[in-house]
């Protein structure tokens, strides 16, 4: 099993983010906009997993297409399925399956967490909104961080 993944968030043109996932088998290059809450959506599904959540999912809206993140924890373990929908209200059978993985919760979590540290010290919070179209999710990864720093200390971490 892998035990790494690597997450970037780069804000591009006003309301449009560019995200990059890739482990060492294969990389995945979505996009998001802002006319959903795609990255307190994220945050919230994988703080939800590291609290015991057997099944969360987020969902990217790129307009018209969408990426849904589906994720199934079992034990300390979670299996990502990242697929690509030409409509957001897809089932997820309409999809195309862009890139997986099967890693530790705890290296999701780091990787999540590490990425929108890096997305804050980037742009900061007031440009982040700016470019972004709305505030930088602090509260959602603050709960994130809370939750895995509580999860890695039970765990002996």
Same mark, same amino acid.
């Given at each position: ?41 994220? /945050? ?96 959602? /990864?603050?709960?994130?961080?809370? /939750? ?10």
């Amino acid at each position: 099993m892998t035990a790494s993944v690597r997450i970037t968030w780069a804000l591009g043109a006003h309301g449009w983010a560019d995200c990059v996932v890739e482990d060492h088998q294969a990389k995945a290059e979505l996009t998001a906009s802002y006319i959903s809450k795609a990255p307190e959506d994220f /945050l919230t599904a994988v703080a939800q997993l590291v609290a015991g959540e057997t099944e969360t999912r987020a969902q990217f809206e790129a307009e018209p297409t969408a990426y849904r993140w589906i994720f199934y924890r079992a034990a300390a373990d979670v299996w990502i399925r990242l697929l690509e929908l030409r409509r957001g209200s897809d089932h997820d059978n309409r999809g195309t399956e862009i890139w997986s993985s099967q890693l530790p919760v705890d290296a999701l979590a780091r990787a999540v967490v590490r990425c929108f540290d890096e997305v804050c010290r980037t742009y900061g919070e007031s440009a982040y909104r700016g470019k972004w179209g709305e505030h930088f999710p602090r509260t959602e /990864l603050e709960a994130l961080r809370r /939750l895995w720093h509580a999860h890695r200390h039970d765990d002996g971490a």
